[in-house]
């Protein structure tokens, strides 16, 4: 069924297919057509529930000319199907073994939200929260203390702009002529703490040199203690928002990766609560 939709979409001159173990949301398939090479991402169902392919589309057209994304050629509002030209030696941030992955990175980010664009979609990470945590039919654990980071995310209400708000490795490209930021599923307008912070904690960089390394290419230079603290707050919140992700997407699929997932971010959490 799937590949005869990618049949389809490429009115039947498909070379070859080939379905790729990249993304946990989405099936990713490697086409070749007409002595060209594609990724084509086809979504899992549930999506929906996930993600705003509104937002999505929004942010692929702030960013187009923009040199971040890789080049988009379909894009499917309704159905989240997006064709995008397939880079032959991009590596992912956990493929990558350059020494100056963190420093790229964090150059990246800077790049991006230098961009200084708004989609006019918030990201809101509080009301997501609160919706995973109604989808959640099964008994969940209460973070201690928890309530205290949801609340001081609810107060940050400055300095908005748009954000990726997904910094997973597979969403991180390096190759030979420049960086890559792909996949804007989760874009939009939020602070930019968020994804300084979705970086490190979604990429579990816990290695203070690694995290000097980033900040220095970000910021240009290394946090005041008053930032750190910001930074923080952001960072547990991420483990609270994601574990509940975790859960939510359990019970949608039934898959243990997000059992796994799960208690990677009570794991994170305990261990920045002793901090």
């Known amino acids: 069924m799937t ?16 379905l790729t173990d990249k993304g946990l949301t989405n099936q990713n398939w490697l086409i070749e057509s007409k002595g060209e090479f594609f990724m084509v991402r086809i979504p899992h169902q549930n999506s929906a529930n996930v993600v705003s392919r509104q937002h999505e589309k929004a942010a ?9 994304d890789v080049e988009t050629v379909y894009f499917n509002e309704k159905s989240g199907i997006k064709i ?42 509080v009301a997501r929260l ?85 900040y220095i290419a970000y910021f240009s230079q290394l946090p005041d203690e008053a930032t750190l603290q910001q930074l923080h707050c952001y960072e547990m919140f991420h483990h609270i928002l994601w574990y509940h992700w975790a859960m939510m997407m359990f019970e949608f699929r039934n898959e243990h990766i997000y059992l796994k997932i799960a208690q990677d971010k009570v794991d994170m959490y305990t261990k920045g609560y002793k901090k």
Request: hydrophobic letters at 35%.
């Open 3 to 18: 590949e005869t939709l990618i049949r389809q979409l490429f009115n039947n001159e498909v070379i070859s297919l080939t």
């Open 60 to 68: 692929i057209d702030l960013i187009a000319r923009q040199s971040l």
């Open 84 to 125: 995008t030209k397939f880079v032959e030696d991009l590596l992912t941030f956990d493929e990558y073994k350059g020494k100056d992955k963190h420093y790229r990175v964090g150059r990246l980010m800077r790049k991006f939200h230098g961009l200084q664009v708004k989609s006019g979609f918030d990201f809101d990470p």
């Open 130 to 214: 609160v919706q995973y945590k109604s989808q959640i039919k099964n008994k969940i654990l209460v973070l201690k203390d928890e309530d205290k980071y949801i609340d001081f995310i609810k107060n940050q209400k400055d300095d908005f702009t748009l954000c990726h708000n997904d910094w997973v490795a597979g969403n991180i490209g390096f190759a030979s002529t420049r960086d890559y930021l792909i996949d804007y599923e989760y874009a939009g307008d939020n602070h930019p703490y968020f994804d300084v912070t979705s970086f490190l904690s979604e990429n579990q960089i816990f290695d203070d040199t690694a995290r000097k390394e980033f």
